[in-house]
């Protein structure tokens, strides 16, 4: 009788930007609070820089830049929303350095943004990071950060299903 055994996979998410890393259920937007995006931290960000938080491939990257997906390698899909409204900006005050189907590795620069306009125009700055396909998860550990570096810093242990 032979049984077939299936591997559960470890990622590893680094943090995407710097800054004070707070909870998801602090964002003062119920649509990253409530969970309903996916589950994640937040970062109040001390700095205009998003870099690759796995190695994976660009999957998604908003028209107006404020907003990008990534593949991990072993699937998970992490989304990373700068500021809260900031769709509004309409891509003033951020610049993309990478393309959709972009092989990227921990720490490359993704986007860029100019994060005193963000403090003055948009609703807030604080920056959601969420697994939108959160049912591949079969356990996660958020690390106990407080402030985080920007690709140097481990955010989240997951192990897929």
């Given at each position: 009788?032979?049984?077939?055994?299936?591997?559960r996979?470890?990622?590893?998410?680094?943090?995407?930007?710097?800054?004070?890393?707070?909870?998801?259920?602090?964002?003062?937007?119920?649509?990253?609070?409530?969970?309903?995006?996916?589950?994640?931290?937040?970062?109040?960000?001390?700095?205009?820089?998003?870099?690759?938080?796995?190695n994976?491939?660009?999957?998604?990257?908003?028209?107006?830049?404020?907003?990008?997906?990534?593949?991990?390698?072993?699937?998970?899909?992490?989304?990373?929303?700068?500021?809260?409204?900031?769709?509004?900006?309409?891509?003033?005050?951020?610049?993309?350095?990478?393309?959709?189907?972009?092989?990227?590795?921990?720490?490359?620069?993704?986007?860029?943004?100019?994060l005193?306009?963000?403090?003055?125009?948009?609703?807030?700055?604080?920056?959601?990071?969420?697994?939108?396909?959160?049912?591949?998860?079969?356990?996660?550990?958020?690390?106990?950060?407080?402030?985080?570096?920007?690709?140097?810093?481990?955010?989240?242990?997951?192990?897929?299903?």
């Open positions: 009788m032979f049984k077939k055994l299936f591997k996979k470890e990622e590893t998410i680094f943090a995407p930007l710097s800054g004070r890393v707070i909870d998801i259920e602090q964002v003062p937007d119920p649509t990253f609070s409530q969970k309903l995006v996916g589950e994640g931290v937040a970062f109040e960000p001390a700095e205009g820089m998003v870099v690759s938080p796995v994976g491939e660009i999957i998604q990257l908003f028209h107006t830049k404020h907003a990008i997906g990534i593949r991990s390698e072993t699937g998970l899909e992490i989304l990373i929303h700068i500021g809260l409204e900031t769709v509004m900006l309409n891509g003033e005050g951020f610049t993309a350095h990478v393309q959709v189907g972009e092989r990227v590795k921990v720490g490359d620069r993704l986007i860029t943004f100019d005193d306009l963000i403090k003055e125009k948009a609703a807030s700055s604080i920056t959601p990071v969420v697994i939108t396909n959160y049912d591949m998860v079969q356990s996660m550990e958020k690390l106990s950060v407080s402030e985080a570096k920007a690709g140097m810093d481990l955010l989240m242990r997951i192990t897929t299903k």
